[in-house]
């Protein structure tokens, strides 16, 4: 089946640590995208990216990195720089990134301190 | 003005009930819409996308006033399944002239369906 995968589906980041998000689609779409779930809130987005080799910062990127080097692959790194790294992460991709289209999310990694 | 606000909920329903969601946008630029579904500690999942001249789909309508910059989803004959957080999402340019877009998300409205 074609999809988005996110893993791990729960992580847990010791102070100083950076952490590594998976995000892995084979929809063939072009445009992929990293968003934060706080609790009550709406997701924002930290980092985006239309095509392979290139990405974009989104409203909260400080504290976040990616890289974008296959098409399948977005994957996150949360860094120490980010402070309050506590939330739902959300993945998601579409087929064409200067578009109108919905985007289709994978099912989210939780991240928490330890 | 945010630039999505929804009905901060909570809605708590019977069975059977007709329910509606309001969203408002600030953008007039905004180009398209969509009201996704996320149930408890899961992704998003689009619902149905809204067009201009309304539409509809099964028992969900979705109405957008682009005057008013208002969008709604009427959910009729409610069912238990239905309960979640509905999600308004506006699809806007991101940067003036450019190519790139961007959803932005409401806070969602958390729905209960009671039997």
């Known amino acids: 089946d074609g999809g988005i995968t996110q893993s791990p589906k729960y992580l847990f980041r010791k102070e100083g640590q950076n952490v590594t998000l998976s995000c892995e689609q084979n929809l063939n779409h072009d445009a992929m995208y990293w968003y934060r779930q706080d609790p009550g809130q709406g997701l924002r987005l930290i980092y985006y990216?239309?095509?392979?080799?290139?990405?974009q910062k989104g409203d909260i990127a400080e504290g976040y990195s990616v890289s974008r080097e296959k098409k399948e692959s977005f994957p996150l790194t949360v860094t120490s720089a980010q402070k309050n790294p506590t939330a739902f992460y959300l993945c998601?991709?579409?087929?064409?990134?200067?578009?109108?289209?919905?985007?289709?999310f994978g099912d989210g990694t939780r991240l928490s301190i330890l | 003005r945010k630039e999505v606000e929804q009905d901060p909920g909570p809605f708590n329903v019977p069975e059977g009930a007709t329910v509606a969601f309001n969203c408002t946008y600030s953008n007039s630029a905004s180009q398209s819409f969509f009201w996704y579904r996320q149930d408890c500690r899961k992704e998003p999942k689009l619902l149905m996308s809204?067009?201009?001249s309304g539409n509809e789909d099964g028992r969900f309508t979705a109405q957008l006033n682009r005057a008013s910059q208002y969008i709604s989803l009427l959910i009729r004959d409610s069912k238990l399944s239905d309960s979640a957080t509905y999600l308004c999402v506006v699809n806007m340019r991101w940067n003036s002239g450019g190519s790139n877009y961007k959803l932005t998300f409401g806070k969602g409205t958390l729905l209960t369906v009671n039997p």
């Open positions: 998601a991709s579409t087929d064409r990134g200067g578009s109108n289209q919905p985007q289709h």
């Open positions: 990216s239309q095509i392979v080799n290139d990405f």
């Open positions: 809204v067009y201009s």
